[in-house]
């Protein structure tokens, strides 16, 4: 039963299962192991399910349903992501995507197969934006309904535990620390892409998962590996969100250079690919375009200018494009460019959700291992509603055969002085959290990109160091949102390590990971980077991928 109590000042919270994290993954969880008997709580950073990706999807999902076979959808899914996937689990994606997304309408979300875009998508009946809310508020309703509690406008800064996770520390919208103590934690808090400049998430996706596992100990796997959605709008007084352009349109040849070049003949690629197998091919010959000064205003061309009225009118009527209705296709171009979309990295799980510290299990864009180095476009919110049901009903299995921990005075002293320090910090320019943030942003987007080589990344390093150095040290938050922007900005700032500590470290270009200096793949690294936290440095080793059907 979730009660609350007091411990020296600070409120606690004992629950059976802890969910950090409201999108999709983090309320099928708490749906899975609610099934189970157990108490359920889940720790949101916003109002449910606002501070996740899942809302600002398209509603997109690909499976094994219409003519997409289970061998076809497993060799797409490994081949797509470059043969650096864990085969077992998209093993488990295949086996059981089909049976999880039909049992979606029982939470009141249908699915329709549509096999024109690409064999297997599927997808929520429904007009952008409003898919991605209805598949998380429906989720959220029926967990609500079933009796899961949740914690709204509560940022979790850190795990608690030793040789196994109990619980987490986190802080309120009015600065309260607030302790939560469970037999079973899942996390599920996301992925980093506020971490670029140009990306396509919340601004509360700042990497906190990644930070929480790396600072416990726990090994962060392919962090080097950042799917770029290809169509991101940049155009000046317009909505800045990703662009899912009508296929007709991109078949048209209207993504263009400056020169007039389309973009699909000079590079060899298949316009009905860039948003299912070919995300990364298509963000690569873009970014390519951008970098050799054949771009516009850091952007490539939509031009439609010389295409049909019905082409025209399809791009203006069709729900991922209605923002745009007013802005003259038929006089001047419009600036797209790729924006950072989805880490495919991160925690290292096993079949069962578990990661390597006992009591603690991830799920969703935290995790590494399921796509490999490039994702096939609908399998975030498969891998969302598969592995989500899975971490939450083994979480569930596992809090019935062990007890709660006692609390660690020691433990949560520790992590709150990190929150504290923040609130003792004398105001100055330099340590405004959003200033740090944007200099971050920019940086990591220049240097460690979607092009990179061993200049820009050691580039890219320095600076960060001097950012550590001369802003982070006088970070501050006084006020409660100051607090969690400063707690973000650090966060942001050690995901930035990981991400130029693995991109240096894999010396060839596959996937999503592009470097100039080593354009070719190189079957010696058909392997997972793998960093953990040592006391004073980041541990690098390497480990072998897990093959079990499909042979490079």
């Not at 809302?55 to 349903?65: Q, R």
């Not at 006692?406 to 959003?434: F, M, R, T």
Request: charged share 25%.
């Amino acid at each position: 039963m979730i009660s609350f109590i007091v411990y020296r000042m600070e409120k606690v919270i004992n629950t059976d299962v802890l969910i950090i994290g409201s999108g999709a993954a983090g309320l099928r969880a708490a749906i899975e192991a609610k099934k189970e008997g157990v108490d359920v709580l889940i720790a949101s950073k916003s109002p449910m399910g606002f501070a996740s990706c899942s809302i600002c999807s398209g509603g997109g999902f690909t499976a094994p349903l219409g003519s997409l076979t289970r061998e076809k959808y497993f060799k797409m899914t490994v081949t797509a992501g470059e043969y650096i996937n864990d085969q077992s689990l998209v093993e488990i994606l295949v086996d059981e995507s089909t049976s999880r997304l039909l049992e979606l309408e029982k939470f009141g979300i249908k699915i329709e197969i549509d096999d024109v875009s690409w064999p297997g998508r599927c997808f929520i009946p429904g007009d952008f934006p409003l898919v991605g809310f209805n598949l998380v508020n429906r989720l959220a309703k029926y967990a609500k309904r079933m009796g899961v509690k949740t914690l709204d406008n509560l940022m979790i800064t850190s795990l608690l535990g030793d040789e196994v996770v109990y619980g987490a520390l986190g802080i309120d919208a009015k600065k309260r620390p607030i302790c939560l103590n469970a037999k079973a934690v899942v996390l599920a808090s996301g992925g980093a892409g506020q971490v670029y400049e140009r990306n396509d998430n919340p601004v509360q996706i700042t990497g906190d998962g990644y930070l929480m596992a790396f600072e416990f100990g726990l090994p962060l796997i392919d962090m080097e590996f950042i799917q770029y959605f290809p169509t991101g709008s940049i155009e000046e007084g317009y909505p800045k969100f990703m662009l899912a352009l009508p296929l007709e349109i991109v078949q048209s040849g209207a993504l263009q250079n400056i020169h007039g070049e389309e973009l699909a003949k000079k590079y060899g690629l298949d316009p009905k690919q860039i948003y299912s197998t070919q995300r990364d091919s298509w963000a690569r010959a873009m970014a390519k375009e951008i970098f050799r000064g054949s771009g516009e205003a850091g952007a490539v061309l939509l031009d439609m200018t010389r295409l049909s009225i019905d082409l025209q009118e399809l791009f203006k009527n069709d729900p991922f494009c209605k923002s745009f209705k007013r802005f003259p296709i038929s006089e001047k171009p419009l600036h797209v460019t790729p924006v950072a979309h989805t880490f495919l990295g991160g925690v290292k799980i096993d079949k069962l959700c578990q990661t390597p510290v006992p009591g603690l299990f991830a799920t969703g864009e935290v995790t590494g291992g399921i796509h490999g180095a490039n994702r096939v476009g609908g399998n975030a919110l498969t891998e969302c509603i598969v592995f989500g049901a899975r971490a939450g009903h083994n979480a569930a299995q596992y809090a019935q055969s062990h007890k709660i921990n006692n609390i660690d005075e020691w433990d949560i002293k520790v992590n709150l002085i990190k929150i504290k320090e923040l609130k003792h910090q004398k105001p100055s320019v330099a340590g405004i959290p959003k200033k740090i943030k944007s200099m971050l942003q920019i940086l990591m987007w220049n240097k460690a990109g979607i092009i990179k080589s061993d200049k820009s990344l050691i580039d890219a390093k320095e600076g960060l160091k001097r950012i550590e150095e001369e802003n982070l040290t006088k970070i501050y938050g006084s006020k409660p949102r100051e607090i969690w922007n400063a707690i973000e900005a650090k966060n942001l700032c050690t995901v930035s390590k990981l991400v130029i500590t693995s991109a240096l470290e894999r010396k060839e270009s596959r996937g999503s990971h592009y470097r100039t200096d080593y354009e070719n793949k190189d079957k010696n690294w058909i392997k997972h980077i793998s960093l953990r936290k040592k006391k004073n440095y980041i541990e690098v080793t390497t480990n072998p991928v897990n093959i079990t059907k499909l042979f490079p």
